[in-house]
Every structure is written in structure tokens, then in C-alpha cells.
């Protein structure tokens, strides 16, 4: 999970910075609402993986073996 949020935040800083300089945020219209709307919705994405990364449970860190063994368990529970 760790790394997916990274990737995501990755992802959109890329779209920001490639996106930003296209944008007219003072622009009337229709353009200027998008331009806006576009921002808050990077924003929203952003604080969301932020948020994930810095609020994550403490016991997440299982490691993959240890997840695999838990389900091999549980698969065996149910055809016995």
C-alpha cells in the first residue's frame, strides 16, 4: 500500500507539473471553472495519499510470506 500511494503521488505531481503552466486559471468562462476545478481535484488527490501515508496503521506492515501463509490457512480451513 505503501508504495502505491508513493506511485500516486508521484503520478500526480507529474500531471501538475506538466499541467499547471497550461492552465488560465484567470480565464472567464467555462475555461476558468475547469482550470479550477482541475486544481482542487489535484489537491483533493494529493491530500488524499498524503494522508494515507502519514495515518496508516501500525501492524500494515506485514510482510508478504506472512500474508501468504495466512491464506494458505485459510484455504486449508475451508476444505477440511
Do not use: H
Amino acid at each position: 500500500m505503501y508504495n502505491r500511494l508513493l506511485l500516486c503521488l508521484l503520478i500526480c505531481g507529474v500531471l501538475l507539473y506538466y499541467g499547471v503552466p497550461q492552465l488560465s486559471i484567470g480565464a472567464e468562462g467555462l475555461e476558468g471553472i475547469f482550470a479550477f476545478a482541475w486544481l482542487v481535484f489535484a489537491l483533493i488527490v494529493i491530500s488524499g495519499n498524503l494522508i494515507g501515508l502519514l495515518y496508516r496503521p501500525k501492524g500494515s506492515k506485514k510482510s508478504l510470506s506472512q500474508m501468504t501463509n495466512q491464506r494458505k490457512r485459510l484455504k486449508l480451513r475451508q476444505y477440511q
